[in-house]
């Protein structure tokens, strides 16, 4: 009896500290995002060492897009023609981002989002853990610029 109590208790912890975004807090995505993990349904997690492409969003109120851009050693991106557009939508104390492409649509629910950190879940219950692009851009001498 004293395990299921204390099991209850913790899920109502963990429930009542779920982080509640607001609608100032959108512009917090524009910017790039590196991925750091994914988590799976299962419980598995892929960690990212070095990643060859960041997600840049670009979000204004509540519509923007989401792209994929490849940065250079030089602090630059390559990037193309291709994008994501992005609707964000609150529903139910949630915050979803319902992305479009002319081939398909999903959607990702916002669990985590601040200056640093973002993380998203999608229908799969796959989660994709972000942090803040920083510059690549390197020095002769091997130094990162600011």
Same mark, same amino acid.
């Given at each position: 009896?004293?395990?299921?109590?204390?099991? *209850?208790?913790?899920?109502? *912890?963990?429930?009542?500290?779920?982080?509640?975004?607001?609608?100032? =807090?959108?512009?917090?995505?524009?910017?790039? @995002?590196? #991925?750091?993990?994914?988590?799976? %349904?299962?419980? %598995?997690?892929? =960690?990212?060492?070095?990643?060859?492409?960041?997600?840049?969003?670009?979000?204004? +109120?509540?519509?923007? #897009?989401?792209?994929?851009?490849?940065?250079? *050693?030089?602090? &630059?991106?390559?990037?193309?023609?291709?994008?994501?557009?992005?609707?964000?939508?609150?529903?139910?104390?949630?915050?979803?981002? =319902?992305?479009? &492409? =002319?081939?398909?649509? @999903?959607?990702?629910?916002?669990? !985590?989002?601040?200056?640093?950190? *973002?993380?998203?879940?999608? #229908?799969?219950?796959?989660?994709?853990?972000?942090?803040?692009? !920083?510059? #690549?851009?390197?020095?002769? +001498?091997?130094? !990162? !610029?600011?």
């Amino acid at each position: 009896m004293k395990k299921t109590f204390a099991i *209850l208790f913790i899920s109502v *912890l963990f429930i009542c500290c779920k982080q509640k975004i607001n609608p100032t =807090d959108i512009a917090k995505i524009n910017g790039y @995002w590196e #991925i750091e993990k994914v988590t799976f %349904d299962k419980g %598995d997690d892929k =960690d990212y060492k070095i990643n060859e492409s960041y997600d840049f969003f670009e979000i204004k +109120d509540n519509k923007g #897009i989401r792209k994929k851009v490849m940065p250079q *050693l030089d602090g &630059t991106f390559l990037v193309n023609d291709t994008f994501e557009n992005v609707v964000v939508r609150f529903a139910d104390d949630k915050v979803f981002l =319902d992305y479009q &492409t =002319d081939y398909a649509k @999903w959607t990702e629910e916002v669990i !985590t989002l601040s200056a640093e950190e *973002l993380v998203l879940v999608n #229908i799969e219950k796959t989660e994709y853990h972000y942090k803040k692009a !920083t510059s #690549i851009n390197l020095l002769g +001498d091997g130094k !990162t !610029t600011k």
